[in-house]
């Protein structure tokens, strides 16, 4: 029993570096999107190309994107970033299957604990942009719903793109989340459903226009240069 405490506390002093870590290097990076959504996304699929487009538009806009730093939705994010000339971030994390690292980063971190690279992806978002995914994409966003429901979190906008992949689950919280009182229909205005990369970055930009946003004891207000026409991927 005394041996496995020994393990335990040297365990905790693992996670505390990766906290570390992660707020050393992330700290500067100003006002950042997260974006989540499937590492099995191909290059050639919708979801792709608007995640690569949105992630630009945001970019020029003055805001650093971060991704989980793997292929699929990931690889777009930071690919977009990259193309919007801004700050492009990932967040990978070690799996028994080896997650393999984009090459569109400037800035990459490597978290052994979910929790930990979770907390790095909410404290550091000015907002989330949420594309089709599986069951990390579901996690990461019904935690952030959870977050702002409780006032965990200051406010910021949550975007979920693909209406066709989203509309059923949306429809299922409202017909039956809503309907058994288990959510108030307020909180289905913590997100805004759009296909359009240009409606999703705006929605984010316009949220920040009206309002500064907190930091420590003090508060910044975020520069939006003009947009900038962008290319089709």
């Known amino acids: 029993m005394e041996e496995f405490s020994g393990v335990e506390t040297w365990r905790v002093f693992r996670i505390m570096s990766e906290f570390v870590e992660g707020f050393e290097a992330l700290r500067s990076i100003g006002p950042a999107v997260s974006v989540f959504g499937s590492a099995r996304t191909k290059r050639n699929d919708w979801a792709y190309k608007a995640t690569v487009k949105t992630a630009e538009i945001l970019s020029r806009r003055g805001y650093a994107i971060i991704s989980g730093g793997g292929p ?53 978002a000015s907002g989330y942009i949420i594309m089709p995914g599986g069951f990390g994409t579901l996690d990461e966003f019904f935690e952030a ?10 406010r910021f906008p949550v975007v ?63 520069i939006i240069p003009p947009a900038e026409e962008t290319p089709t991927p």
């Open 72 to 124: 699929g939705i990931m690889e777009a994010a930071n690919r977009g970033a990259k193309r919007g000339k801004g700050l492009s971030i990932g967040l990978n994390i070690q799996l028994p299957m080896e997650q393999q690292s984009n090459r569109f980063q400037d800035k990459s971190l490597i978290f052994r604990h979910f929790f930990s690279r979770k907390v790095m992806f909410v404290k550091y």
């Open 145 to 154: 719903l959870t977050l702002l429901q409780t006032g965990k979190i200051r």
């Open 160 to 222: 979920m793109m693909g209406k066709k992949y989203w509309e059923g689950l949306i429809r299922w919280m409202e017909s039956t989340m809503v309907a058994e009182g288990t959510i108030s229909r307020s909180d289905l205005d913590f997100f805004y459903l759009t296909d359009d990369p240009l409606h999703a970055a705006e929605h984010i930009i316009k949220f920040h226009e009206e309002r500064a946003l907190p930091v420590g004891e003090e508060r910044r207000k975020i």
